[in-house]
């Protein structure tokens, strides 16, 4: 079954340090999604791309934050610098444009701010 | 805008007990219901979902109804397994974009 690749699965930063998270979705989903979930609550979406194109950013801290998703497959979300407020499991998901209402999650990864 | 209300947690339940989890939303217009789960360490999975007004989602033994009047979406499961222990998570999406979610209940099983 295909499943939605993430990595690093956890990191470890230290505060005003650079660091990137990369996405794989499911093969020929043309959607991909940036969720946070801070600890103890539900994610909340940063950012949204249809294929290469940004179609939501409205809540991604843009002084910090950056995604990319330049050839329209993978995505690569980066936080520069990084501040404690920052840890949380960054969620990515993918969606096809024929059921654009199942949104398909990977593992996540865990990141933490010393 | 639009938002997602689940009772607070954690529920903590005998095996075989009968579970309810409430969930209650605002939205303009008619948004599609969702019902997600989370088990530790791992992303979420989709449970169930609901895309019309007194639809019935269903998976696994677990159930929930979409209510227009009551605007809520309330999990449900007749027996519950200690493999059921995670945490759940109630979300609507309007025209298919992006997700909007509860804060979480987990779930505590006990054999």
């Known amino acids: 079954e295909a499943e939605v690749a993430q990595s690093p699965r956890y990191k470890i930063t230290e505060k005003s340090q650079a660091v990137a998270f990369w996405c794989d979705p499911i093969?020929?989903?043309?959607?991909l999604y940036w969720y946070r979930q801070i600890l103890g609550q539900g994610p909340e979406l940063l950012v949204q791309?249809?294929?290469?194109?940004?179609?939501?950013d409205s809540q991604l801290p843009k002084d910090r934050f950056s995604a990319e998703r330049l050839k329209g497959v993978d995505s690569t979300l980066k936080i520069q610098p990084a501040e404690l407020g920052d840890s949380a499991m960054y969620l990515c998901a993918s969606s096809s444009l024929q059921n654009t209402y199942e949104q398909y999650f990977g593992p996540g990864t865990r990141l933490t701010v010393t | 805008g639009n938002s997602v209300t689940q009772m607070e947690g954690p529920v903590t339940l005998s095996e075989e007990a009968f579970l309810t989890i409430n969930c209650t939303y605002t939205?303009?217009?008619?948004?599609?219901l969702f019902w997600y789960v989370q088990y530790p360490g791992e992303g979420l999975q989709l449970l169930l979902k609901?895309?019309?007004?007194?639809d019935k989602g269903s998976n696994k033994g677990f159930e929930a109804t979409y209510r227009k009047e009551t605007t809520s979406f309330h999990l449900e499961k007749g027996s519950v397994q200690v493999s059921d222990s995670a945490v759940y998570f109630c979300a609507l999406t309007r025209y298919g974009n992006k997700l909007v979610f509860g804060a979480g209940t987990i779930l505590r099983v006990k054999s």
């Open positions: 093969s020929g989903h043309a959607t």
């Open positions: 609901a895309t019309k007004a007194d």
């Open positions: 791309f249809q294929d290469e194109s940004v179609v939501d």
């Open positions: 939205a303009t217009g008619y948004p599609s």
